[in-house]
């Protein structure tokens, strides 16, 4: 059973509203199915090329959707023509200064200066509509929760000062689904494509599947492995790493930017 | 039947050093079967964050593979890792100046800049070789010719100063065969993807078959339909039609940089 959430029903626009008014607050799992959900990086413009070489050197992760003029917190039109605001958009951001966090905030307008690059990044929740649509339910939708991320020891290819690991999410299936899943997911590029490890979490440097780094821990039946997809979270895991210099922002995990594309769209194009 | 070239049987290592010593001249078609071979853009760091948004925006045209470090000549060692060099590992380059062709040259050396960035982007002849083992004979290589491009009046998504028409390469498949051509090609979207149009030539802005604006006409059979699919000499149509100030050096049609990488990576990843 698919739990629905509040904002289920509601269009891409009617949500960012009310995220910009406070009026829905937490993750945007569940929000507008159908709907592209999108990670989101804010760097400046002195950072822009080299972090665009990384998604570039590590699409899985880091799927670029598009980027925004620099300066412009407005997103490209196709993404949301509504006029809105990467500042105020999504429920939960978190600020980094030299590679640390520096604070989780639910509006960033204060931070925002003129040499911004805002990057927009595929994101799973895309392809968990049509998991769910292929009748491989997502656990964490089942239980209402948000999904389960871990830190990994699978190095990204470095760009300039950007380099770390990898961040994954994962998701519970019983072995004769995951035949199903690879397909379904592999044809999904633009937001992660097919797993990247399944079986041992120990084999990929997790330890303990019940402490996620990012998210919330999820059951697992003992007929199920766990499937591991990269995950939009990496860029924060590699500003961590990597002690990148000056500030960075970034969506807190969970909390994305949901735009008015359509998931169909990133299977056809 | 294919011909094949007299390099049919080079490592693209030793190909790059035919090439680099003045021992192989003109197309690089059907060189190396089996190889990645690239489009190549170079420009002074002023336009590359732009330029790689374009290719974002237009992964038909611009399947952008990786970038140079600014200022280094030589590629990632992924796509060649001999020490190959851009300025004299490709048979012919095109040099522009504001937008117009300042000239033709074998050798880029006396050009080069510090501020130069190079972008190697996705080429259909990664594709042929997938056609071919398909049983979908390739008009251009049975006839010995350079793939037949054309100018069109597909519009690519702007990005910074670079706008401008898509250019498309053409092969003629008889009607029952387009089925395979798509699935064959579409798989492959590293290199261009599937077809962007199939019949008539004037829908897109095409006038004479038999006159394209880049390569070699080829022969089409009564039966036969043309077949396009985008092309990576887009970037230079564009940095015609834009009139891009300053200095650009590309690839001249046809003439691409031979990668060390099995064009089977592309299909996987």
Redesign the interface.
């Known amino acids: 059973m698919i739990m629905q959430t509040p904002n289920a029903f509601d269009t891409p626009a009617a949500l960012r509203q009310k995220i910009r008014g406070g009026r829905h607050t937490g993750t945007t799992a569940g929000c507008c199915p159908g709907f592209v959900q999108a990670n989101l990086v804010i760097l400046p413009?002195e950072h822009?090329?080299e972090f665009?070489?990384f998604c570039?050197?590590n699409?899985k992760p880091c799927p670029?959707?598009?980027?925004t003029d620099?300066g412009s917190p407005h997103p490209p039109t196709w993404l949301a023509n509504d006029g809105a605001d990467v500042r105020t958009d999504l429920p939960m951001y978190r600020v980094w200064q030299n590679g640390k966090l520096l604070k989780e905030a639910d509006d960033v307008t204060d931070y925002w200066r003129d040499d911004f690059?805002v990057f927009f990044l595929g994101c799973s929740f895309s392809f968990e509509e049509a998991l769910v649509k292929a009748n491989l339910s997502v656990r964490h939708l089942e239980e209402g929760k948000n999904v389960p991320m871990y830190k990994t020891n699978i190095p990204c290819r470095p760009a300039g000062p950007f380099q770390g690991n990898m961040v994954v999410s994962m998701r519970p299936y019983r072995p004769e689904q995951l035949g199903r899943v690879s397909e379904v997911t592999s044809r999904m590029?633009a937001v992660h494509g097919g797993p990247i490890h399944t079986g041992d979490p120990a084999a990929i440097g997790i330890i303990d599947l019940g402490q996620p780094d990012y998210g919330d821990a999820v059951s697992i039946a003992s007929d199920e492995v766990p499937v591991f997809f990269a995950c939009g979270v990496t860029p924060q895991n590699v500003i961590l790493d990597c002690r990148l210099p000056g500030i960075a922002i970034t969506h807190a995990p969970g909390a994305m930017f949901v735009t008015d594309v359509l998931n169909d769209f990133l299977t056809q194009?």
Do not use: C, E, G, Y
């Not at 670029?64 to 980027?67: A, E, N, T, V």
């Open positions: 413009i822009a090329l665009m070489t570039i050197r699409p670029l959707l598009d980027i620099p690059v590029k194009n």
